[in-house]
C-alpha cells in the first residue's frame, strides 16, 4: 500500500500562487506515476497535472498549462504542485494520486491509490 497526504491549500485571491505537497510513504517503489486531479462541487473529478517519478516527464491539463508546475523530490518521496495565476475556476479539492504504472493517464479511474484531499479557494 502506497499512503498520500496533501497539504499546502487554503484561501488565495485570483492572480495569487498556492504550492501543494503530497507525502508519500508505505511501499513507495510500487509507485510510478504520480498525478494530481481536482473536484469542484457538482462536478466530476478531472485531471490537473501528471509526473513520471523516474523520468521526471510531466503531463497537463490545457486548463492549466502555463501557470501550474508539477515536480517532484525523490530524495524525500514527494510531489509539489506549483499554482500560479489562480483563476476563481480554479476552486476545487485538490487531490494527490499515484498508480503502479510508467504510463501517463488522466483517467482517475486508472491510479491505485488516494490523498484525502486538499481544499483551495479562489477569491475574484
Known amino acids: 500500500q502506497v499512503q498520500l497526504v496533501e497539504s499546502g491549500g487554503g484561501l488565495v485571491q485570483a492572480g495569487g500562487s498556492l504550492r501543494l505537497s503530497c507525502a508519500a510513504s508505505?511501499?513507495?517503489?510500487?509507485?510510478?506515476?504520480m498525478g494530481w486531479f481536482r473536484q469542484a462541487p457538482g462536478k466530476e473529478r478531472e485531471f490537473v497535472a501528471s509526473?513520471?517519478?523516474?523520468?521526471?516527464?510531466?503531463s497537463y491539463a490545457n486548463s492549466v498549462k502555463g501557470r501550474f508546475t508539477i515536480s517532484r523530490d525523490s530524495a524525500k518521496n514527494a510531489v509539489y504542485l506549483q499554482m500560479n495565476g489562480l483563476k476563481p475556476e480554479d476552486t476545487a479539492v485538490y487531490y494527490c494520486?499515484?498508480?503502479?504504472?510508467?504510463?501517463?493517464?488522466?483517467?482517475?479511474?486508472?491510479?491505485?491509490?488516494w490523498g484525502q484531499g486538499t481544499q483551495v479557494t479562489v477569491s475574484s
Open positions: 494520486a499515484a498508480r503502479s504504472s510508467v504510463q501517463f493517464s488522466t483517467t482517475p479511474n486508472q491510479y491505485n491509490y
Open positions: 508505505g511501499r513507495t517503489f510500487s509507485a510510478y506515476a
Open positions: 509526473i513520471r517519478l523516474g523520468f521526471g516527464s510531466t
